[in-house]
């Protein structure tokens, strides 16, 4: 096998991912024989139906799956390769992919929920910083809070409050916003406008944009739908069924599709003319 570029994010070869799901004994493969890479500054959209994969695949990306995983909903790489910022993660040791995640920064699509009702909205974000080095600079952590909150289009006047003060949209920014805390090599995001109110939708996705590109960073963007796809992603992958259906840029994609769930798709296609940015249903 070739050796991984240095200018590859991610890099999964024949990649299949399994895990213990709602304690049956048997372990279900979710993702199957899955190959692309992400280059460093791509913005990947990943689309698929609810069940496809494309969240236990995301999880792996973000360097969540473990070696001999025995634990419910904890992935496993159970077939082919998956190399992440250069460091192979097929057998990587817990230590190893502690130092492989500081760099990767993960929003789940549960963010918004897993946001510490105890704790401000400056402490939920500080919160990575301080896990890591709780000796951290309080002048430093507080800047990179300033910092990110503003990137995700969030007035700073929220910082000194807490998560149940803010609508579900503002959290699901605060999530993101936490993810990103770090400045992360690689973003892994589920689903990071869910929950956001329609009218705030684009910004939030515009601002990922805008992150990538002054920061150089490689992104994972899941979605169920192609409604947030306009403009956003640099190549886009589908998914049914735990396998890659199709990989390309949107217009490779989703021009004259073969697969059947590709043509269902096409027909989704968000409209991107200068007169017209509504969005096809």
Request: hydrophobic residues 40%; proline residues 5%.
């Amino acid at each position: 096998m070739s050796p991984a570029r240095s200018d590859v994010a991610v890099s999964a070869r024949d990649l299949s991912v399994r895990y213990r799901s709602n304690g049956i004994p048997s372990l279900y493969v979710a993702v199957r024989g899955v190959t692309l890479e992400i280059d460093q500054g791509e913005f990947l959209w990943l689309v698929g139906e609810s069940g496809s994969g494309k969240s236990t695949l995301a999880r792996a990306f973000a360097g969540l799956a473990r070696r001999g995983s025995i634990e419910e909903g904890v992935p496993e790489i159970c077939g082919g390769s998956l190399t992440l910022l250069g460091t192979s993660m097929r057998r990587v040791g817990r230590r190893r992919r502690d130092r492989v995640t500081i760099g990767i920064g993960y929003l789940a699509q549960d963010g918004a929920e897993r946001l510490s009702p105890q704790l401000t909205v400056a402490e939920n974000v500080a919160d990575p910083i301080y896990s890591r080095d709780r000796h951290f600079s309080n002048r430093e952590a507080t800047a990179a809070v300033a910092a990110v909150v503003d990137a995700v289009r969030l007035p700073l006047g929220l910082m000194h409050r807490m998560p149940y003060e803010l609508s579900s949209g503002q959290r699901q920014r605060v999530a993101l916003a936490r993810a990103l805390v770090l400045e992360p090599k690689l973003l892994v995001a589920d689903e990071p406008a869910r929950g956001v109110d329609a009218t705030v939708r684009s910004s939030v996705l515009e601002s990922l944009s805008e992150l990538r590109a002054e920061r150089g960073m490689a992104a994972l963007i899941v979605s169920s739908s192609l409604a947030d796809l306009a403009g956003n992603a640099s190549r886009l992958a589908v998914m049914q069924q735990g396998v890659i259906v199709g990989l390309g840029t949107p217009d490779e994609v989703l021009e004259g599709p073969h697969h059947p769930y590709l043509k269902s798709l096409a027909t989704q296609r968000p409209i991107t003319t200068k007169e017209e940015q509504d969005f096809v249903d």
